[in-house]
Every structure is written in C-alpha cells, then in structure tokens.
C-alpha cells in the first residue's frame, strides 16, 4: 500500500502534514529545508481532513493489533519530570506511537536550556506501525518549526520497526509500551507469545506485550521511565521481573495514578504507573506515592534496605504517609507462616455454573454456596458477618472433573473451620465459618489457622482489623479493581506481617461474640486489640484508618461509635 491518504482513513496524518507546512512561513529557512527534507514521502498536506485523536482513527481490530493505547500530553510530561531527562543522554522511545512522550522529553529539556537542534538530535523513536511512526516524525517537526533556534538538527530518527527486536543503547528509554494482554496476543499476533519466551526466560504465566518491553528497557539504557498498568506491581506473571529491579536496585521512583480522576486513558481498562528505573550505581533510594492528580510527585524515600523489607511478591509499593508507621513491622513473621490461605471454586466454561449453582437445594451433593448470584454489588461476606443469599452447589466433583474438564478443591477444603474472606472490595472483610457449613465461589477464598499460637478467632479479628488491610495494600501495592475496590488475593496475603498469635489471646472472647450481635464499639476494641499486638498506639491506629479506610470509603465505625467505645477496654455486651 503506498503511503497516501487511504491508508490512514481519517486523513489524521495529512492534517497533521498541513499543520506542519503552516508553520514554514514563521521558521527560519535554514529549518524550512529540515522540515521539508523530514516531510518528503508523507501524504500531501490536506487542510480540510478531520484531525481527531489518532485512537479514534484506527479501527477497532486494527488497534486490538497492535495494542495501541496513546499517551496523554499531561501523563508524557509527569513521567519525564519523574526520570530527570533534562540530564544529557540519547532518548529511546521503542513504541513512540504518536510521539508525545518524546515530545515532552524535548519541552522539558528546552525548559533546562537546551537547544532545539541538540534537542531533536538525541530522540529515538520506533515504532512497529508506519503511521504511528510517521505521526511521531510530524509531531517532532512541528516542535522544530515552532522552536526554531540556532542550527537545524540532522536526519530526525525516526524508524517504522519493531521496537523490541531493532537493536541499540541509550542513555534514556521512555516508553507507554502496548497494552496487548496474554489473552487478546496469539489472535493479535499468532506466534508472537512463543517468540518472546523464547527471548526473554524472564516471562513466565500469562505475560502481557508492555512486560517485553519493559524487560528490554533494563538492557537498553541506565535510566527508563515506564507507563505501565498497576497490574505490574501485583500480577504473578511479573514476578521475575519485580524481583529483578529488586535485586539490580533498579527502583528509583514508583507513582500510582490508579485513582487519577479523570482516568488517564479513558474507555480503557487501564490503571497506570509511572516506573523509574536506574541503575543500580545512580540509585541510593527508591521513591514511591500515590497521586490524586497527573501532576503530583510528592514521594516518600525509602532506602534500598527498607524497600526490600516489604519482600514477597509485590516489594515496591508503600503508602506516602503511613510507610513510617508500617516500616518496623516487616520484621516478624508472616502470615503464611502461621494459617493457609487459598482460592475456591471457579467455573471456567459458559453454562457450567449454572448447571451446579442453583437458588434451590439440589437432591444430592447439596451445600449452601456463598457467591451464587452471578451478577451483584451486594456482598455476602462482611466484617464479622455472612448475608447468605441462600444459593446453592451441587458439590458432585466427578461429575465436574471427568465430564466437565473443570476441578475444584476437595469438600475437606470447606468441610472444616475456616475464615472466609471477601476477594474484591474496600477493606479486608472477614468471617469465621466456626462448624464448616459453607462452600464458596473464587470471590471468597478462605484462610484456616496452622500455628498453635492462632486460633479461628484470633485468625479472623486480625483479617478484620485496620492495622492489617494498611499492611496489605502496603505490599500489595494498593490495587484497585475497576476503579473501586482493592483486590485481595491468598498469594500476596501470604506476604503480610503477622504479630505475636499470643498477643491476641482476647479475641477468643471478643471475635465470637461479635459474630453473634456485631456492635461498633466491640469492632473499634477489636481492632485496639490488634494495634495494640502489632505495637501501635492509639494515635497510630486512628491515622491508619484515616489513610487506609475513610480515604477509600470503606466501611468503618462512626466517630460517635469511637467515643462510646472507651479509650483501651473491652467491648460492651454484645452477646
């Protein structure tokens, strides 16, 4: 196909061209020549197309393709704020898109007293679509001809390839690298999967594209800024990678933008973060925060030593104020040390649930099942509490495994004392099934003690307590799902510091009583309790559920309620 207007449907590159001509009359002629050397071969200017977002122009499979997902000006301009690229150095972006990133990293080095020909000179951008690359040559020349100072730069390099195959070293790699998830790549580009395992042993599980690309900035460049889902921070299939920025002290600032309101990618399922990689010789703390708006960069700084305090699967996440707080209670065993955590039933094929989870009890194999409704907000499994909805499984394992290609765990699994938990939602929310009554679909896995130090009772009061959903979305990054709830998994909850069982001795009191008659004040002396295990005071306590619950509106006792409790004792009757 030639490189003409056909090619782009929108006629997006053409006004974009025109755009560019209309700024010869203002430049200097030395920059004229530049611009028309770079322009040559592009489609004729056409000043009556439609230039619209670049997104909007492409058809829908076509950018499913490529996994295309551009990046916001406001975004472009936080991440090279974040990496310092007015620092000399060449510029990498090897998935360049629309150009903006390599856009910014020229305004914000001409803000430090660059040139723009120097400037021009030390960006790289590639990219695997020939139109995205060529909208990332126009963007650049547009920036030339509006700047135009001093001498014209050189050839721009500006390359349609394949950004994780074309070869080079850079002082910088800056890249918001595709969003192609593991499902969506063998459809997209059949192969391309066992390509890059091939390449890379580091992707493991069901990678996404943007993890490639990210593994490629470690070789690359000393320092990277990444746009990347929050799913880095917490997903398995990350794991090896997170451990290697671990290990080479590559982490120099994280920034969460999950909660940016209004979302930076709209339409999209995506929940960024800003990744700063450096090596190791440049990095003496690693920063991380989050953000309420795109252009906050307050961060904490954390020592490589405290970085790692965090451990498990996810150490590169802690809470701007609370990290002071938490920090010293890295230091004691985990929770997978003392209790097993584990998922529950899942239906993997359309129909089959519905074959075994029913609204009435089936003639045999029947068990109440907790998470029946396929589709609702309401939750049936709450701080010291369980709203059954009164749906049903037939628990007929072999029926499942041999006729259905579809397993679950064994009844023992569920047929025991155990606490279950809500997987999606605001807080840590628990519940002690004391007799083992209940099964339970994926969304409530379930935790039973292993440590004679911990009872059912104590096990639960800890799950419930303020103390220990700030530790979790401590190591677990603080992910959200679709924008409202944390999501708690058995895996990350492993990684959780845990006090001394003994020290929780009174909730073998307190715990059953509230899962008679739950009362305000028996949940605010519980959650004392727990504070008072972990060894903080009152006023840590109440900052932690300031930060942790009232921030994310998670349901918590009112003020009112904090005051009838009484300052250290036990709750009152709740029999």
């Known amino acids: 196909m030639t490189r003409g207007l056909d090619r782009v449907g929108s006629g997006i590159l053409a006004a974009r061209v025109a755009g560019a001509h209309g700024r010869f009359a203002s430049a200097p002629s030395e920059w004229v020549e530049w611009a028309r050397a770079e322009l040559s071969g592009l489609p ?64 914000h080095r001409l803000a430090h007293g660059g040139s723009p020909g120097a400037i021009l000179d030390a960006l790289t951008g590639w990219d695997l679509d020939p139109v995205a690359a060529d909208l990332c040559r126009v963007a650049l020349v547009c920036w030339g001809l509006d700047h135009a100072d001093g001498p014209a730069p050189g050839r721009l390099d500006i390359r349609c390839v394949d950004g994780l195959q074309a070869e080079g070293c850079f002082g910088f790699v800056i890249s918001n690298p595709p969003y192609l998830e593991a499902k969506r790549m063998g459809r997209a580009q059949p192969g391309l999967r066992e390509r890059l395992r091939a390449q890379f042993p580091d992707l493991t599980g069901a990678f996404d594209l943007y993890l490639a690309f990210a593994l490629r900035a470690l070789e690359r460049a000393p320092v990277s800024g990444l746009i990347l889902p929050n799913k880095v921070c917490q997903g398995r299939y990350a794991r090896l990678f997170r451990a290697r920025v671990a290990r080479e002290g590559r982490l120099a600032g994280l920034l ?14 995506v929940y960024p973060v800003l990744l700063h990689l450096e090596a190791a010789e440049r990095v003496r703390v690693a920063r991380c925060s989050t953000a309420e708006s795109i252009g906050s960069t307050e961060l904490v700084e954390l020592s490589p ?40 039933c899942s239906f993997h ?63 023992a699994r569920f047929a025991q004392p155990k606490v279950l938990f809500n997987q999606h939602d605001r807080r840590m929310s628990a519940w002690a099934d004391e007799h083992g009554r209940f099964v339970s679909k994926d969304v409530y896995p379930i935790a039973w003690p292993e440590h004679p130090a911990w009872t059912l009772w104590r096990l639960t009061g800890l799950l419930n307590s303020t103390v220990f959903s700030a530790l979790y979305n401590t190591v677990y990054q603080g992910i959200v799902v679709g924008g409202e709830t944390y999501h708690y998994l058995p895996s990350f909850l492993s990684h959780v510091p845990v006090p001394d069982g003994e020290a929780l001795a009174e909730l073998d009191e307190w ?26 005071d009152e006023a840590a306590r109440r900052r932690l559920v300031e930060v942790h619950l009232q921030r994310v509106g998670a349901r918590y006792p009112s003020e009112q309620a904090v005051s009838a409790a009484g300052s250290d004792g036990p709750p009152r009757s709740v029999r």
């Open 349 to 411: 094929k359309r129909g089959l649930r519905e074959l075994f989870v029913t609204p009435d009890r089936p003639d045999e194999h029947a068990w109440p099942y907790l998470g029946g409704p396929s589709r609702t907000r309401k939750t049936e499994v709450q701080p010291f509490e369980q709203r059954w909805a009164g749906w049903w499984i037939r628990f007929d394992q072999r029926a499942l495994k041999t006729e259905h290609k579809n397993p679950i765990p064994p009844l």
């Open 305 to 344: 030593a405290s970085l790692s305090a965090v451990g498990g699967e996810s150490p590169w996440f802690v809470p701007f104020d609370t990290w002071p707080l938490l920090e010293p209670l890295f230091g004691g065993a985990r929770l997978g040390q003392v209790a097993r955590l584990a998922t529950t």
């Open 256 to 269: 969460d933008l999950s909660r940016v309101t209004p979302r930076p990618f709209p339409g999209t399922s």
């Open 44 to 107: 004729e200017p056409c000043s009556d197309a439609v230039d619209q977002a670049y997104d909007r122009s492409r058809a829908a499979a076509e950018r499913e393709r490529l996994g295309q997902v551009f990046t916001p000006t406001a975004l472009a301009r936080a991440l090279a704020r974040l990496i310092g690229v007015e620092r000399p150095g060449t510029v990498l972006d090897p998935a360049a898109g629309d150009g903006s990133l390599l856009l910014a990293v020229a305004e």
């Open 511 to 536: 715990v059953p009583q509230m899962q008679l008659q739950p009362s305000p004040d028996g949940f605010i002396a519980i959650d004392r309790c727990v504070a008072r295990a972990y060894g903080l």
